[in-house]
């Protein structure tokens, strides 16, 4: 029989044995990237989102600005922005290529692949065209006033509205192009008659050329927000860590003010 002294000395070899095979608890995301010194931010240009100097290449604009905060203040590393197109937003988030994606739409599909914060801002697909196109002269705000043979949509490739476009437009023409700049051109060149995207985006375009009209469809076309993309693989804590910080800003108004002076901001630089 057993002694108590050796059964509390087995119990002691059984319980460190555990204890080594353990796993090691993962190290934040937050902390691995304190420890490099650098917040990598994937950013693709979206006018008010994310905007990119040409001459200095600074980056600005509301994902921009508060990316650059949430790394100085917060983590208290050096932010790096790294150039990103809309096609690899996510993809550069599986590969490890950038830390957060700036100014990305939650969708199903994306969330089986990557993570993302709260809302920052909501927004949905708008319609932006010529005034006095005469295509239009009778039209509404549905999405069948302009779904006619002859009528060229404009949009961004790889966005959330080309994907809410294919299954519903019948006759008109859906031309997917690389860039929003691009779209944007296409529509005052009249090569596109009209430019489907984001509301947000658009209050640019619209401020600094009043021959044109912003139609929100209803029923809404693509209603949704604007968000960060993360890495799934990061913990809930640090998910927290991000969404307290950004629920601050929001709390205290900034965002609204930082998406006013994005527009000014991005005006200006077309005078």
């Given at each position: 029989?057993?002694q108590?002294?050796?059964?509390?000395?087995?119990?002691?070899?059984?319980?460190?044995?555990?204890l080594?095979?353990?796993?090691?608890?993962?190290?934040?995301?937050?902390s691995?990237?304190?420890k490099?010194?650098?917040?990598?931010?994937?950013?693709?240009?979206?006018?008010?989102?994310?905007?990119?100097?040409?001459?200095?290449?600074?980056?600005?604009?509301?994902?921009?600005?508060?990316?650059?905060?949430?790394?100085?203040?917060?983590?208290?590393?050096?932010?790096?922005?790294?150039?990103?197109?809309w096609?690899?937003?996510?993809?550069?988030?599986?590969?490890?290529?950038?830390?957060?994606a700036?100014?990305?739409?939650?969708?199903?599909?994306?969330?089986?692949?990557?993570?993302?914060?709260?809302?920052?801002?909501?927004?949905?697909?708008?319609?932006?065209?010529y005034?006095?196109?005469?295509?239009?002269?009778?039209?509404?705000?549905?999405?069948?006033?302009?779904?006619?043979?002859?009528?060229?949509?404009?949009?961004?490739?790889?966005s959330?509205?080309?994907?809410?476009?294919?299954?519903?437009?019948?006759?008109?023409?859906?031309?997917?192009?690389?860039?929003?700049?691009e779209?944007?051109?296409?529509?005052?060149?009249?090569r596109?008659?009209?430019?489907?995207g984001?509301?947000?985006?658009?209050?640019?375009?619209?401020?600094?050329?009043?021959?044109?009209?912003q139609v929100?469809?209803?029923?809404a076309?693509?209603?949704?927000?604007?968000?960060?993309?993360?890495?799934?693989?990061?913990?809930?804590?640090?998910?927290?860590?991000?969404?307290?910080?950004?629920?601050?800003?929001?709390?205290?108004g900034?965002?609204?003010?930082?998406?006013?002076?994005?527009?000014?901001?991005?005006?200006?630089?077309t005078?």
């Amino acid at each position: 029989m057993f002694q108590p002294a050796k059964i509390a000395l087995v119990a002691f070899a059984a319980a460190s044995a555990l204890l080594l095979q353990a796993p090691a608890q993962a190290e934040s995301s937050w902390s691995t990237i304190q420890k490099k010194g650098v917040l990598r931010c994937g950013a693709a240009p979206a006018p008010v989102y994310v905007m990119r100097d040409p001459k200095s290449g600074q980056y600005s604009g509301i994902h921009a600005d508060l990316c650059r905060d949430f790394g100085e203040q917060v983590l208290n590393v050096k932010v790096e922005f790294v150039d990103a197109t809309w096609d690899n937003l996510v993809a550069g988030l599986q590969s490890n290529k950038w830390d957060m994606a700036l100014a990305l739409n939650p969708t199903p599909a994306r969330s089986l692949v990557v993570a993302f914060s709260d809302p920052v801002v909501s927004s949905e697909t708008a319609f932006v065209m010529y005034k006095n196109n005469p295509k239009f002269a009778t039209a509404g705000n549905t999405i069948m006033d302009y779904d006619k043979v002859g009528v060229v949509i404009g949009t961004q490739a790889g966005s959330t509205h080309a994907a809410a476009l294919k299954p519903i437009i019948k006759q008109a023409t859906v031309q997917l192009l690389p860039a929003i700049d691009e779209v944007r051109l296409g529509l005052m060149s009249r090569r596109v008659d009209i430019w489907a995207g984001d509301s947000i985006e658009q209050l640019t375009t619209l401020a600094t050329n009043p021959g044109y009209q912003q139609v929100p469809l209803n029923p809404a076309l693509e209603k949704g927000y604007v968000a960060f993309g993360l890495s799934r693989e990061m913990s809930a804590a640090d998910l927290a860590t991000l969404n307290i910080y950004l629920r601050r800003r929001k709390d205290a108004g900034d965002f609204e003010r930082m998406v006013e002076e994005s527009v000014q901001q991005a005006v200006a630089a077309t005078q």
